[in-house]
């Protein structure tokens, strides 16, 4: 699968746990093998997310002198009980310094993720996070919504009641201030939770996850895509090295999307970007006719203030009152129709 | 007749005569679960009547699917060959009974073809409500009745207990009482013995016209309908043509034999004998149990009496709960209907629900076990209206109308008076739960209440209440108030003036027309009250506000809200996250199938269905 797909990469993402842990020397050295075995462009972008607290100025020059051009910073809140209550070793001290050291180091391309929605937090913590956020203008920045997912510590501890968590209704309020504050800002936002300096500064990268490109993980637990088939590689370090020593691949599993799944994600996905599902698009990829299937779901949603037809009807993408309710409006463009 | 159908080898008189000393019908009759399809398969075991690997393999299959539905509705009648002590070969025909208080009629068309009954009381629980309710209706018949005391094996067992009652409750004998564990096989030839030698061999006459009673009938998807008779006079065989007195059908008889499980034919049967005949009837609902078959060109006198065409009594609109489920739905009643000739039904359309339709039933156990069988039998999910009784209105202008339908309620200023159906119900509880069941009785307009003491720490409760108010969860709350003690019996009586209103739900302001329900006057406001609290619990927050609302007429008497959703969002999506959400994504559409819309909201069949349940405080 690697090796047979002459396709052209334009971006290299170090993410998903810590990849600061690996020396720059090491992390120079992927990036030199990838570049032997694929084709990547020249002006690939290259992330590499880093904790706050855990590099230095050394080791953020040498980043930048491996090639990597962008720097993705988990600084999750700028309030230390924020911090505390998530589980974060670093303070918010550790945030800003690091943010600054990269700027130093010459990076001019930084995002920032922030999180919130967490226990405790009133509009105006939240406010008061988005506004030293923005004061470092950062070219990108994600904010997420606390979630509580299944198996983890947190959800535990909300389920037996060790806090209150925030209330639908507040959470409503923190995702539309943040819309209004960072667009105020000069950010633009282009999905759900996403923002950018402008368009040149989205993140390349995650973009491809919502428009169905390709993409290829390495190292246990990462997911590919070639459509239409995913792959997923085993979740266990130690499986993931006996087979690459064994000269196999360490996939776990693979599903091959069938039509009706490929619409399924294309649309769900084509939801959570402000600029929508592209129904030309679509039409072509799977041969349908978008909007003679939707036609009257989609007007029922537009007359409610869910949906929008955008870029002179090209485009159907959800409202900032729709984006608040994408999981409730995306099922019902999955009913009768696909069977 | 054709040679084929020539006897091998004469029957002569005195070898039917013979044969009828020889024959016992019985019966047991029990309340439910004390254990009759136990002894049953007992009885069955010891006789031989099949081998052991056809008895595990069929019957106690059979069984099973039976005694997980609770309750035995297709009676499964055995002719057993017994070697008694005393040498003689004896035929035990052993007909089963279906065993709920909304089959009394099947019940006791049973028991007008039998001489005798076992009388089965568990010996740690004693006599219950049906236990009298079946006695009585086999003394009315004028059977034999042998006392049996099954699960004696029970470390609960009261022996003596049980004997008191049957000498004072039952005024029975107790000394002539056999003691069983069915599960145990104890005191199984004790009961074969007791049949042969205390009921009394059939009576008739082999050279009569032929009178035969239908007490029930199958259908089998090879021969059609297969009868199931007791043949009191005369006798028959294949080539007859015969007729049913109620209706003067008249068909040709193609087979006739005995039950031993699987059918047996014999070149014929006579008098005093049960046993089926197939006749190229297509579908049960061709014959009705209690009628008489006779000879067409030879018939009996009279019908055997005690025939009645038997009238549903409980309404329900069943709906399929995928938008494309009719035709599916239509084809499964088809079929069930084959079998259940007490089914009725009509095609009825609702706005929320689609097509349906419009069922009459027995009572609330046939209700459910219909509910049931398509839903497991045909793999269907349906949607049940609140089950109605059956109201005659007398309107303004001197016409009468029947009413079984909220839908078909018409508009109340027209209407002079409703009458409703009242019963008369028995209930046997341990006297500390009196004041319990007094209580429930008066919530439920219950009246003319009386009792009597039946030993000295138990009694009969019984008074009068419409049958509307039962079918709405009085058996369940009945169980629970006493602990499990109570057992209940009834039977309809009369029609009496009542009070009615159509109750309306409505879902943001659109009248869901599967909800109305007709109730007494007094009983709305709880009833709306509770079916907005129910619809409150199982509608999904969505992304508006949702008003629900309980109305007769134009007025509201019950109302509540369901928040709007605040917001319904996944934050992150990438790589991995893709599968996940697409696999919910998949879940709901599925979901989906299971949702109504009323308006622009969504109502899932739970919703429905849970406005029928109480809670059970
Ligand atoms: N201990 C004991 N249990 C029995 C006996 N006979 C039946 N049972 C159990 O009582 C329950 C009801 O029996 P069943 O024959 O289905 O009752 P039916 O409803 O009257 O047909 C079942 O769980 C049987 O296994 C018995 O003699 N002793």
Known sequence: MVSSHPLLFDTLYFGGGTPSVLKPENIGRIIKTANGLFNISTDTEITIEVNPGTVTPEKLTEYKNIGINRISIGVQSFNDKILNFLGRIHSTNDAALTIRRARKAGFDNIGIDLIYGIPGQTKKTWLSDLRKVVEFEPEHLSCYMLTYEKGTPLNRERQQGKFKPVAGSLLAEFFETTMEYLTAHGYVQYEISNFAKNASKISRHNFKYWIFSPYLGFGPSAHSFIEPRRYWNCRSVKKYIENIKEGRLPIEKKEILSKKQRMMEMVYLGLRKTDGIDIDAINKNLGINFHQMFAEKIKQLEEDGYILRIQSGTHCALSRKGMLFLDSIAPMLMIENWG | ?617
């Open chain 2, 1 to 617: 007749m054709g040679k084929l159908f020539r006897p091998r080898s004469q029957t002569t008189l005195e070898h039917i005569i013979f044969i009828m000393k020889n024959i016992r019908n019985f019966s047991i009759i029990a309340h439910i679960d004390h254990g009759k399809s136990t002894l049953s398969d007992r009885l069955i075991q010891a006789t031989n009547v099949v081998s052991e690997r056809i008895f595990q393999d069929q019957i106690l299959d059979t069984m099973d699917i039976e005694r997980e539905r609770g309750i035995t509705i297709k009676s499964q009648t055995v002719c057993l060959p017994y070697k008694a002590k005393n040498g003689q070969t004896y035929f035990l025909n052993l007909i089963d009974t279906p065993g709920h208080v909304d089959f009394t009629y099947e019940v006791s068309r049973a028991l007008a073809s039998c001489e005798g009954a076992l009388l089965l009381i568990d010996a740690s629980q004693g006599v219950e409500a049906q236990t009298m309710a079946n006695l009585y209706l086999a003394m009315e018949h004028e059977l034999e009745i042998i006392p049996v005391i099954n699960k004696i094996d029970l470390p609960s067992a009261d022996i003596e207990r049980i004997k008191d009652q049957i000498n004072d409750d039952l005024g029975l004998d107790p000394e002539s009482a056999i003691l069983t564990s069915a599960k145990e096989g104890i005191g199984v030839e004790d009961v074969l013995e007791g049949v042969v030698n205390k009921l009394p061999p059939p009576l008739g006459d082999p050279g009569a016209p032929l009178q035969a009673l239908i007490f029930d009938s199958h259908y089998d998807s090879y021969r059609g309908t297969v009868i199931h008779v007791r043949i009191f006079q005369g006798k028959i065989k294949p080539g007859d043509v015969i007729t049913f007195m109620s209706n003067s059908a008249v068909y040709k008889t193609e087979e006739v034999g005995i039950f031993q499980i699987e059918k047996v034919p014999k070149k014929e049967i006579s008098a005093g004998q049960v046993g089926y005949i197939i006749a190229g009837i297509k579908t049960v609902s061709d014959t009705q149990c209690g009628d008489t078959i006779t000879l067409k060109n030879r018939p009996c006198k009279t019908p055997m009496p005690g025939f009645k065409i038997e009238k549903p009594v409980v309404f329900s609109s069943i709906y399929p709960v995928a938008s494309d489920g009719y035709e599916e739905l239509a084809l499964a009643m088809e079929k069930l209907k084959l079998n259940d000739a007490s089914l009725i039904y009509e095609k009825d359309s609702s706005v929320a629900l689609g097509f349906g339709f419009r069922c009459g039933f027995l009572g609330l156990l046939h209700l459910e076990v219909v509910q049931e069988r398509l839903e497991r039998e045909y793999d269907l999910s349906l949607i049940l209206t609140a089950p109605s009784v059956r109201y005659k209105l007398v309107m303004q202008d001197g016409s009468s109308r029947i009413i079984d339908n909220p839908a078909l309620y018409p508009d109340p200023a027209g209407i002079d008076k409703t009458l409703e159906p009242f019963i008369r119900a028995s209930i046997i509880i341990p006297d500390r739960y009196m004041g319990t069941v007094m209580k429930l009785c008066l919530e439920r307009r219950g009246i003319n209440i009386t009792y009597q003491y039946l030993t000295n720490n138990r009694m009969e409760m019984i008074f009068e209440l419409p049958l509307a108010e039962v079918i709405y969860d009085f058996y369940d709350k009945l169980k629970s108030l006493t602990q499990g003690y109570g057992s209940f019996d009834y039977e309809i009586r009369d029609y009496r003036e009542t009070d009615l209103a159509k109750l309306d739900i409505l879902i943001n302001s659109d009248r869901v027309d599967a909800l109305s329900q007709l109730v007494h006057r007094d009983r709305a406001v709880e009833r709306a009250k509770h079916a907005c609290e129910k619809l409150k619990d199982e509608i999904p927050r969505q992304m508006f506000k949702i008003a629900i609302q309980g109305a007769i007429g134009g007025n509201i008497i019950a109302r509540k809200t369901i928040s709007a959703l605040r917001k319904d969002v996944t934050a992150k999506c990438y790589g991995g996250d893709i599968t996940r959400k697409r696999k919910l994504l998949e879940k709901q559409k599925k979901g989906k199938k299971r949702m109504k819309m009323v308006g622009k909201v969504m109502i899932p069949q739970s919703a429905f269905l849970s406005v029928l349940k109480t809670d059970n405080d």
